[in-house]
C-alpha cells in the first residue's frame, strides 16, 4: 500500500473504531436499563468483512479460537464476510469495560487483517431481550476514547 492509500485506510478505520466504541457506549446503557449484570450469560453474534479472501480467512482462523466462525462471499461476489458467535454457548460479563475491551479488540484485529469490523449484537436468550448496532445510527465523528 502506498503512503496515500495507507493513511485513507489509517483515517476510515479509526472513524470506524470510534463508531463501533460510541456504539458500544450506547448498548452498555441501555444494557445496564435492562439490568444486565456481569453474571447474565448472553450469546454475541458479529461480522467482520474485507475484500481479500485470504486475509479474512487469516482472520477468521485466529477468531475461531474463541468463536464458532463461517466464511462466505457477500451476495453480490465482492466482499467476504466472516460471521462469529458464542451460540450455543454464551459469554458473561460483557457488560461495562469489558464490552468496550472487546469492541476496541475486535476492530484492532480487524485491522490487522485489513478487513473492518461490522457489526455485532448481544441476545439474553432467557428474557428475549437484543441489543444490536445493525439499526444504530451513531454519529461516525463522535470523538470517545
Known amino acids: ?11 476510515y478505520h479509526a472513524r470506524i473504531r470510534r463508531r463501533r466504541i ?25 461480522k467482520h468483512f474485507g475484500t481479500v479472501e485470504n ?6 482462523d485466529q477468531l475461531s479460537e474463541n468463536y464458532a466462525v463461517n466464511v462466505h462471499l457477500s451476495d453480490d461476489g465482492k466482499t467476504w464476510i466472516v460471521d462469529g458467535t458464542t451460540r ?21 484485529v480487524a485491522n490487522s487483517y485489513t478487513c473492518v469490523f461490522s457489526t455485532w449484537k448481544l441476545v439474553d ?14 454519529d461516525a465523528e463522535t470523538d470517545v476514547g
Open 55 to 60: 486475509e479474512v480467512r487469516r482472520l477468521s
Open 88 to 108: 450455543p454457548y454464551g459469554v458473561d460479563g460483557m457488560i461495562g469495560s469489558q464490552l468496550l475491551q472487546w469492541v476496541e479488540f475486535m476492530c484492532d
Open 22 to 46: 460510541a456504539e458500544a457506549e450506547f448498548i452498555n446503557s441501555q444494557m445496564v436499563a435492562d439490568e444486565v449484570t456481569a453474571d447474565s450469560i448472553l450469546a454475541l453474534d458479529f
Open 125 to 138: 436468550p432467557k428474557r428475549k431481550i437484543e441489543w444490536a448496532t445493525d439499526n444504530l445510527d451513531i
Open 1 to 11: 500500500m502506498n503512503d496515500e492509500a495507507q493513511q485513507i485506510w489509517s483515517d
